[in-house]
């Protein structure tokens, strides 16, 4: 089992920066997949992709989030960062660390709980 817990959100207004953080727990020996990574969901949209790190320190990203937003993960300390700059309004949502981890064999999606972000203008 892993265990995903994120911190770091409030209220900004736009321009302004956070910086969220996961930090992981559990059976996390290696990363599959995409690694580990952010999502947000805004309000009456589905949840999307933010950026993600993999295994080989890859890191990609949103398309309307690149240049603004920086993923980066401590290894010491198992966890994952994401310093966001430049906010805007359209930012506003819950942000979700998620992980992919291989268990048993197979690639693991896990979640964490959300935190959220809210930019105002």
């Known amino acids: 089992q892993v265990q995903l817990v994120e911190s770091g959100g409030g209220s900004v207004q736009a321009g302004g920066s956070l910086k969220l953080s996961c930090a992981a727990s559990?059976?996390?020996?290696?990363?599959?997949?995409?690694?580990m990574g952010w999502y947000r969901q805004a309000p009456g949209k589905e949840r999307e992709w933010v950026s993600s790190?993999?295994?080989?320190?890859?890191?990609t990203y949103l398309y309307s989030v690149k240049g603004r937003f920086t993923i980066s993960q401590d290894n010491a300390k198992n966890t994952l960062y994401l310093q966001m700059n430049t906010l805007k309004t359209e930012d506003t949502a819950v942000y979700y660390c998620?992980?992919?981890?291989?268990?048993?064999?197979?690639?693991?999606?896990?979640w964490g709980q959300g935190t959220q972000v809210t930019v105002s203008s």
């Open positions: 790190i993999s295994l080989d320190g890859t890191t």
């Open positions: 559990g059976s996390i020996f290696r990363t599959c997949g995409m690694g």
């Open positions: 998620a992980a992919q981890v291989v268990s048993g064999g197979y690639c693991l999606h896990y």
